[in-house]
């Protein structure tokens, strides 16, 4: 079992910034990745930004040059660095964890609103 703890999320102006955290506990696979999924309002679930345990990342078009995902794998802790942020990036950020054919596990999400 892996257990995920996010913390971060609030209330931004338009143009503001925000940094999440997702920290892993449990049972942590060496090879893993770790993401930064969200959902808005009656819209589905989407990626925002995942990074391996390597260093690889990939990012949805919609935050390329505004966010930025990194980890430290001393602490199994992964960051989600929100810049220029805009009012549809409003939604519950859910942080998940995955290791190659296993399970994922995911988050209890935090709430990031931006206004206008």
């Known amino acids: 079992q892996v257990q995920l703890v996010e913390s971060g999320g609030g209330l931004v102006q338009a143009g503001g910034s925000l940094r999440l955290s997702c920290a892993a506990s449990?049972?942590?696979?060496?090879?893993?990745?770790m993401g930064w999924y969200r959902q808005a309002p009656g819209k589905q679930r989407e990626l925002v930004a995942d990074?391996?345990?390597?260093?690889?990342?990939n990012y949805a078009d919609s935050v390329k040059g505004r966010f930025t995902i990194s980890r430290d794998n001393a602490k199994n802790t992964a960051y989600l660095q929100m810049n220029s942020l805009k009012p549809e990036d409003t939604a519950v950020y859910y942080c998940?964890?995955?290791?190659?054919?296993?399970?994922?596990?995911w988050g209890k999400g935090t709430l990031v609103t931006v206004s206008s």
């Open positions: 998940k964890y995955g290791v190659p054919y296993g399970v994922n596990y």
């Open positions: 449990g049972s942590i696979f060496r090879f893993n990745t």
């Open positions: 990074i391996s345990s390597g260093g690889n990342t």
